[in-house]
């Protein structure tokens, strides 16, 4: 069964992007086909991976207002085996011009559906409007990266009613695993950390063991529009991704033969 998993969290800057990113490029450096698939207006998947707005003309929102087939709007990225939908600023609008239509919640589920990828990996914007419903309806893995910090979980019980919301419907795929990731992880921090593992402590069964660590390099190859494993290979953001990667394959393989 191909794997499409939704990155997902309403806050911003948890790692939501820097996650859909490497963990799409670890899933290419261990032999997949990978679609990464930009559903935020700012875009910033698209443009991590090197490719700037004005270079496309078509983008997620042609396919999201059904006015062009995904195939048309697929590009190519400078890595072997991974593919892209783009995003662009004018998704904001479309998921405005979305609200009256009829079945907008389950568009990108459609046009996902007949691909030939081994995984689709969905950078989400941070909020629980239209476009995240859309993840949620297409995904059957859901990648939820919270920082080391106060909050780190604000917001997850509001999409944990919303995912259970969207599996009462009868169209789509109904399991959906959950799995937390923690990122910007700082040994140092030691009474942050004991704090958030304590406020975490309901959720252990869904934490990945591993956890991404603070890394300037995850932020600098951010900055030069490439995946860190590219950027510096072997740093400690290439190591920790890398790992998240073996966990996310060993996980999809118990599932598979439970
Ligand atoms: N583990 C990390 N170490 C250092 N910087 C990080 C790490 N994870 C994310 N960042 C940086 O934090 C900022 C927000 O991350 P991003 O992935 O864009 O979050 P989101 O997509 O959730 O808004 C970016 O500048 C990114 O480079
Ligand atoms: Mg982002």
Redesign the pocket.
Known sequence: MKKIIAVI?Q?????????SINFSYGLTREGHRVLLTDL?PQA?STIGLGIEPETYKYAVHDVMLNKSDIHEVILKTSINNLDLVPSHIRLERAEQQLTPEMFRETRLHKALRGLDYDFVVI?CR?TLGTLTINALYACNFILV?CEMARFALDGFADLMETIENVKDNEEIEKEKFIRILL??FDARKSITNEWVVEQLKPYKALLFETR?????A??QA?IAMEPVFTFKANCP?AQDYEQLTKEFLNLCQQLETS
């Open positions: 969290n806050k911003g800057g948890v790692g939501k992007t820097t996650t935020d910033h950078d941070p990266p990122n910007k991404i660590r603070q890394n300037e995850l932020n951010h953001g």
